[in-house]
């Protein structure tokens, strides 16, 4: 069984920062990549940002310059740091991890239960 749960979701204004973290936990062989999503109401669940190690990294062009997804392999955590926040960031975010529960399985990807970022104006 694999859980991953998210923290640090929360209230902030415009122009303020939030730090939410992800930590995957259960029988883990191997972590591959692991990754943000966010979902607005009544939009569709998009990639924020995403991490395979320290130097391959990927960002919704929304975000390029203002969040920073990092990752400690020891702990098996993402975090996602998000500075300069606006409004359009309000969102349910989503942590996610491809990984594989033994040497020979497959790469299976598991979510997070979400936490609520809301950026007010």
């Known amino acids: 069984q694999v859980h991953l749960v998210e923290s640090g979701g929360g209230l902030v204004q415009a122009g303020g920062s939030l730090r939410l973290s992800c930590a995957a936990s259960?029988?883990?062989?191997?972590?591959?990549?692991m990754g943000w999503h966010r979902q607005a109401p009544g939009k569709q669940r998009e990639l924020v940002a995403a991490?395979?190690?320290?130097?391959?990294?990927n960002y919704a062009d929304s975000v390029k310059g203002r969040f920073t997804i990092s990752r400690d392999n020891a702990k098996n955590t993402v975090y996602l740091q998000m500075n300069s926040l606006k409004v359009e960031d309000t969102a349910v975010y989503y942590c996610?991890?491809?990984?594989?529960?033994?040497?020979?399985?497959?790469?299976?990807?598991?979510w997070g239960q979400g936490t609520q970022v809301t950026v007010s104006s």
């Open positions: 996610n991890a491809d990984l594989k529960l033994s040497m020979r399985g497959y790469t299976y990807a598991y």
């Open positions: 991490i395979i190690s320290g130097d391959n990294t």
């Open positions: 259960g029988s883990i062989f191997s972590i591959n990549r």
